[in-house]
DNA sequence: TATGAATGAGAATTCATTCAT
DNA sequence: GATGAATGAATTCTCATTCAT
């Protein structure tokens, strides 16, 4: 990483302060009761500052939505990639299985971001983390014995991520209809059933 | 029914148009930016008559929705059920289709509904639309011959439900990753995988 | 009592209800806190009953303070005239301390009648409440010693009345500077020293 | 004291003039008849700015109540200082009466801080008032003769100070029972008779 | 008399955004 | 770049009062 100027550094320091505060607030008292100037209270900068780095409140929700998210997948990619699998099906699993033990351990998280675990962030996050990438080629390398064209590959991780974003959501947050532990056999049982031709 | 005396009537009146109103201005212009003003502006009555009927503006959101997601699932099975299919798996995905041929046709309905299409709102529903029921039993019925327990039965209806709401969202609304037309086909295959033990 | 026909009882029984419910509220959340809304509702009528009998909020809220302030004055003086006194002063401070015992048992009602227990209010009470007068004959009749004319008299009640007021007021409220129990003997020996010539 | 900069300057006199817009309309049209909107109007500051300085009506309210209260206090012990007296009496009196006539000039005043001139007020003032203090000395000083311990010079002068307060409210504000001018030589005789030991 | 739905003026409060320092 | 006082439009919500039934 480049050495930064005193300035430099000082300015990632406050917009990191703001990130976090603002992550903070929106996840314990919602989105909806967090002001502008509850973040920066909180931030420990000035009002004007955030209008230095964010246009308004949904724009440093939307950069907070998609970092968190891009670092979750980035990480469930690499801990997938850690492991040695016999079949692609049980990395798949493995994958979409870390994924739901993080957002079990951060239900607040899984709240502002849940359905926005959303196709239209994952294309967005390609250009900033590398590792997005290997999910994709995971499916591919996986796949290819069914012949899937590449079209039909994308369609197939949409529909396994939106199902699971779906029904974490709904599980872990109110806990309808069931337990996500509970759920657990189902979903990874329609995955399976999902993938193979 | 019972007769209603004038007032009685006028009162339904009243709280129909304050439904009628916020439901228009809630889809055009978005919940965020509909005022309660407007809402009783363009409903013809006085501010006060809102409180007279519901808490706040998320009171009537929330009951809005319940109404609008409860009459598609009421429709779709009420129309599902005029057809006559010879596999249950036909069945199942007339309803589905008909649910998101409905949603396309109603993309800002689909909009406000989207996250709140969950098992909750179904299970409110039970009480007052008797349809809705039969979506269960329909789906009992057709499987049958899979021996799956009431408990997985459930489930699956579930996931189903969580993956055809998310999907539509996603396509139909960012047409992302694709047009719902093109998503279709993977839809379907897919929910016929999961119905099959 | 005159019998009643059965519209003038309910009459009575609905104003009555409406006191109640007043005063209930009054004293438990604050005259600024209560609405007509909250009173009619409590006493199980209309609203627009609640104008068939008071011009407003304030006005029922005086008759309140009227009544309550007659009745403590009224059996405070009934009180004391069932008993024996060899001097003047002890029967004052018997009555005296009838009536701070009486607002240290109620102090929800001192709080709201405290502003108001005026000698405005106290010349009312005279046409209803015969035994106010009295009050009046037993100051008249403890003094005649002293000389005192009628309207020094009326004075020396008055100063008397308003100091025990805000006395109570302040030390059963407030509690300050001290506790009403300590600060009785002050009190008392005050009274003691302004009635003697 | 420190020179401000312009801004500090500029809040100060943004305050001030709340402080001043509020005491006007309260005491011209009342607490109840005058809005916020009323006062920023009037102090020619932005509705958002009166909520910069104070919580809500009721909190500029007792602000003013205190700096009033304390005011008089200070103003009346001051003025009595500059004076010299043979015996104290007279010159708890001069104080006294000091009081009493500047609540004649201010009949408005006198409404709002009426009861309140309590002292759980002159107990606040105490920290920023020094002058207050001195009230208590003189008291100590003058009563040194009767031998009255600390806490009984105390409760006296909570007596006084509340019967002048009700008195002036009463005879100031309602004119009754009689015309404060009327009223004074028994209030006098009465507080000359309660100092007496 | 009694009702209670409807009214709508008006009060309180919030909050994103600006801009002089 | 950073600050934070000031803004004032926008919004929510209250509530006394009326009046047709």
Redesign the pocket.
């Given at each position: 990483m480049k050495r930064m100027s005193k300035?430099e550094e000082?300015?990632q320091?406050?917009e990191e302060s703001l990130y976090a505060a603002a992550y903070e607030l929106f996840t314990t008292q919602g989105i909806?009761?967090?002001?502008?100037?509850?973040?920066?209270k909180k931030a420990?900068?000035?009002?004007?500052?955030?209008?230095?780095?964010f246009?308004?409140?949904y724009d440093i929700l939307d950069k907070i939505v998609l970092k968190k998210s891009s670092q979750i997948l980035s990480q469930a990619i690499s801990e997938t990639n850690k492991e040695q699998f016999e079949k692609f099906e049980d990395k798949l699993l493995y994958f979409i299985d870390y994924i739901i033990e993080y957002l079990k351990e951060n239900k607040l998280l899984l709240k502002i971001i849940y359905k926005n675990l959303s196709w239209g962030i994952i294309k967005k996050a390609y250009k900033d983390y590398e590792e997005i990438n290997e999910i994709f080629y995971m499916f591919e390398e996986g796949l290819k014995d069914f012949n899937y064209e590449e079209e039909e590959i994308k369609k197939l991780l949409f529909i396994i991520l939106e199902l699971t974003g779906s029904v974490c959501y709904s599980c872990i947050i109110l806990n309808e209809p069931a337990d996500i532990d509970e759920m657990k056999p189902i979903l990874f049982s329609a995955i399976k059933k999902i993938i193979i031709r």
């Open positions: 300035v000082n300015k320091l406050k909806h009761n967090t002001a502008i100037n509850d973040i920066v420990g900068v000035a009002k004007g500052t955030f209008y230095l780095y246009k308004d409140k």
